[in-house]
């Protein structure tokens, strides 16, 4: 296939639409995980669909100090992953396209999420990526539109956004795609060292730390809650030779309930061995968070989080994040 190039809304809306419109939308420097959120939106709208890539690089999202002119613009080279991923057009509208007249005076705001964590780090940030996806979605009038799940704040403001503000378009999320040593792909990894490289490895290893960790609690209140608790079935249990390994299960369970805190411990101490390294990883966060809120998650949370994670490393600063599920505590009766 010939994936098209257009540079206006017009030449976009002249298209003629048939089936859903799947839309992805970069900043440019496409790598692995964009390609990986291309074919999922080739899924998604299906032989009779239309996918349409978006690369624009956003003004608005870049703060005081940030790398808006060394940003890389690889738009030959995105347009060639975009073909081969199975786009049918790449949308790369010039900032005058985008914001006729200058910088918008009239912006949509991220709310309370948007003053957390990235929020924190980078004032002002999501509303700027939200004022461009409100934009984009107006302009491009997708069915669906994708976003990576490695910037799962941005994820959940675009989310609250969409539903808050009525816009009638599915947002998907599709999971983080990871190099073969375990970092996860961004448009900034370009910008690591060789030696800076081997120390942001910490941020993934600091994440499946905390992952590991919590599979095998989940795995020992999974082993509490089948365990009977009535008398008769306990001494059944006894019987053969199974009442220590209940006792242990229960006990265990019981006398650690801090699920949560014990997750950010185990990630915490690769990132606290990290901060040692040559060049040393400068961390900025590392939370566990309910998705729908950004707020840190309590001990008997049940349900989806994220445990995620921002640091620099030299100049470059990169963020990481890895979902997991909180099971309800007791044992079976």
Do not use: C
Not at 94 to 105: H, K, L, N
Request: a negative charge.
């Amino acid at each position: 296939m010939t994936t098209a190039l257009l540079s206006t809304a017009d030449e976009l809306h002249a298209r003629v639409r048939r089936g859903r419109r799947a839309v992805v939308m970069t900043m440019g420097a496409l790598h692995e995980g964009h390609a990986t959120l291309i074919r999922t939106a080739r899924e998604i709208a299906g032989p009779d669909g239309e996918v349409v890539v978006t690369v624009f690089v956003n003004p608005l999202q870049f703060g005081a100090g940030e790398d808006l002119d060394r940003y890389p613009r690889t738009l030959e080279a995105d347009l060639k992953i975009a073909e081969q991923a199975g786009a049918d057009a790449v949308f790369a509208p010039s900032a005058d396209e985008v914001y006729p007249g200058g910088q918008p005076q009239v912006r949509v705001t991220a709310g309370p999420m948007g003053t957390l964590l990235e929020g924190a780090s980078r004032p002002g940030h999501f509303d700027g990526v939200l004022t461009v996806v409100a934009k984009l979605l107006h302009l491009t009038r997708p069915d669906v539109a994708l976003f990576g799940q490695k910037d799962a704040q941005q994820l959940a403001v675009i989310r609250r956004m969409v539903r808050d503000l009525n816009f009638g378009i599915e947002i998907v999320g599709v999971a983080t795609v990871r190099e073969t040593d375990g970092l996860a792909l961004s448009s900034r990894n370009r910008y690591l060292s060789a030696d800076e490289r081997r120390t942001a490895l910490a941020l993934s290893r600091a994440l499946f730390a905390g992952r590991d960790r919590h599979a095998a609690q989940e795995a020992l209140r999974a082993r509490a809650r089948e365990v009977p608790s009535t008398r008769a079935r306990a001494e059944a249990l006894s019987a053969i030779g199974e009442s220590r390994a209940a006792a242990d299960a229960h006990a265990v369970a019981k006398a650690v309930p801090n699920a949560a805190a014990a997750v950010r411990a185990a990630a915490r101490t690769v990132l606290d061995e990290a901060v040692h390294y040559d060049p040393p990883l400068a961390l900025d966060y590392l939370v566990l968070v309910d998705p729908s809120d950004f707020t840190e998650i309590d001990d008997d949370f049940t349900g989806e989080a994220v445990l995620a994670v921002a640091a620099r490393v030299g100049t470059t600063r990169l963020i990481d994040n890895i979902p997991l599920t909180f099971a309800a505590t007791g044992a079976a009766s």
